[in-house]
T-cell receptor, first 113, second 113 residues
Framework: QQPVQSPQAVILREGEDAVINCSSS?????VHWYRQKHGEAPVFLMI?????EQKGHEKISASFNEKKQQSSLYLTASQLSYSGTYFC??????????????FGGGTRVLVKP | SAVISQKPSRDICQRGTSLTIQCQVD?????MFWYRQQPGQSLTLIAT?????????ESGFVIDKFPISRPNLTFSTLTVSNMSPEDSSIYLC??????????FGPGTRLTVT
C-alpha cells in the first residue's frame, strides 16, 4: 500500500523551514527520500534504516519513527534549489524486501525569493 | 554513486507496436528496477530485473506485456508490447546496492498514438 505524504504542496520564502511527512500503514525496514525536478530523474537525498542508521546528504535531515511507521524530512533555511517534488519511498517490513520501494504521492515544494 | 543512462529518451509509437527501452549503469549494481511515472504523479514499480533469471513483476504488470531482460550487472531492457494509448507514460530504470540508495535514469517519455 502506498505511503501517505503530507502536505501535498508547500510554498516557502527563501530561508524558511518546512517539514514533509511520510506515513505508512505497514511495518517498515527503511525509508528513502528523493527530490525530483520537472523533467528530471529523482535524486537521492536520504535513507533511514530500521535501528537508527542514516545515510545521506549533510544538509538534509530526516527522522524515522519505527513504531509509528512514520518519517519526516526537514527542509531548513530553504534555498531556491530546494524547489521540486519530494517523494518518500518505503521498504519493508524487513530487508528481505530487497530494496523494493513503494513511493508516496509526493510533496510539491516551491521556494520563492 | 552510479550514473544511469536510458535509450531512447523519448519516442512516439503507433498503437499495436512494441518498444524496447535500454538501461545502462556505469558500474555493477546488485538491484535494478523498472518504474512507470505519469507526468506529475508518483512512481509505480513495474518489476525487479533479476540478473540471469526472470524478472519479478508487481501486481498489475505481466511478463507478456512488459518483458524484461537483465543479462549482466550493468544492463537491462524493458519492452512495452502491443502498445495502447494507456501505455503513454515515463518509464524509468533505477539501480543500486542492497540497503543503499537507488539511482535513477533520466527516463524514457513514451507517447502512443
Amino acid at each position: 500500500q502506498q505511503p501517505v505524504q503530507s502536505p501535498q504542496a508547500v510554498i516557502l520564502r527563501e530561508g524558511e523551514d518546512a517539514v514533509i511527512n511520510c506515513s505508512s500503514s505497514k511495518a517498515l525496514y527503511s525509508v528513502h527520500w528523493y527530490r525530483q525536478k520537472h523533467g528530471e530523474a529523482p535524486v537521492f537525498l536520504m535513507i533511514l534504516l530500521k535501528g537508527g542508521e542514516q545515510k545521506g546528504h549533510e544538509k538534509i535531515s530526516a527522522s524515522f519513527n519505527e513504531k509509528k511507521q512514520q518519517s519526516s524530512l526537514y527542509l531548513t533555511a530553504s534555498q531556491l534549489s530546494y524547489s521540486g517534488t519530494y517523494f518518500c519511498g518505503t521498504e519493508g517490513p524487513s530487508k528481505a524486501a530487497g530494496n523494493k520501494l513503494t513511493f508516496g504521492g509526493g510533496t510539491r515544494v516551491l521556494v520563492k525569493p | 554513486s552510479a550514473v544511469i543512462s536510458q535509450k531512447p529518451s523519448r519516442d512516439i509509437c503507433q498503437r499495436g507496436t512494441s518498444l524496447t527501452i535500454q538501461c545502462q549503469v556505469d558500474s555493477q549494481v546488485t538491484m535494478m528496477f523498472w518504474y512507470r511515472q505519469q507526468p506529475g504523479q508518483s512512481l509505480t514499480l513495474i518489476a525487479t530485473a533479476n540478473q540471469g533469471s526472470e524478472a519479478t513483476y508487481e501486481s498489475g504488470f505481466v511478463i507478456d506485456k512488459f518483458p524484461i531482460s537483465r543479462p549482466n550487472l550493468t544492463f537491462s531492457t524493458l519492452t512495452v508490447s502491443n502498445m495502447s494509448p494507456e501505455d503513454s507514460s515515463i518509464y524509468l530504470c533505477s539501480g543500486g546496492q542492497r540497503e543503499y540508495e537507488q539511482y535513477f535514469g533520466p527516463g524514457t517519455r513514451l507517447t502512443v498514438t
